[in-house]
């Protein structure tokens, strides 16, 4: 929704609003198709109105296959002012069965086409689902020689180590939830960016109009952006992650895939 400003008095009159599929996976499979990147969208879509998340990613060109137990999509809300400020209200998403969480491990399985499928677990969990159960969904494609990336907030840094991912993507507020700390900057920074290094096999920090780093177990590079107005960053982080993932396919060296992932 686009409006001019907020209003606690009155009702706010929006200008325009459009209407996105949305959510960390759908906008890395977006971005991923728009790239020209083979991929498919799998996960949880309750039915009750499947039919309009459908009609969204067919528009865009996504593959895409559900789980479907009974409930409704949640739908989040983004109101974009004026003034570039943007304000957010996701809603609480459906309670779903735990057997739902082994029908998508199954669908999973049945989707991987070779060794050199990445495996890309983005976004949320369900509310009545613990965090030990996500971490132990994705633990158990630790038989696979397939690649695992991880576009979330929920794990603490020992479950990352354990997982051990191909890569790690989070933004600064993530990076501190990860690390523990209330704010990090220099070689404190630094330090703590070695530190998450070690749980994975590349490590994106985006740090918005500040860029962001890259590392690795062998260094850390520190990437700046140009400077450009900002329309929105919704989507920003998860764009990323769908970049650098599309170069290292491509063939592309690990550090030049980080500067696709920031430019």
Known sequence: LWAKRLDFDEPVKAISETVYPGGKAVNIACVLHSLGTECQLLGVACRNNLASMEQLLQQKGVSYQFVSPPGSIRENLTLCLEDGKVLKVNRTGEKIAPEVLDQVCQMIRKNLKSPQDILAFSGGKPPNL?????????????????????????????????????????????????????????????????????????????????????????????????????????????TSLACFLTAILQGKRPEQAALWAFA
Not at 133 to 157: A, C, E, G, K, W
Not at 172 to 182: A, I, K, N, P, R
């Open 130 to 238: 613990s965090v030990e159960q996500y971490f132990q969904m994705v633990r158990s494609f630790h038989d696979l020689p397939n690649p695992i990336t991880l576009d979330n907030d929920l794990f603490s840094l020992e479950m990352v180590a354990q997982i051990h991912p191909f890569v790690i993507k989070p933004n600064y507020v993530e990076f501190l939830h990860l690390t523990g700390y209330s704010s990090l900057e220099g070689d404190e920074l630094l330090c703590q960016i070695a530190r998450v290094a070690n749980c994975t096999d590349h490590l994106l920090l985006s740090m918005g109009a500040d860029g962001g780093y890259y590392a690795n177990q062998s260094g850390i590079w520190k990437i700046t952006t140009p400077s450009v107005p900002v329309k929105s960053t919704v989507g920003a982080g998860d």
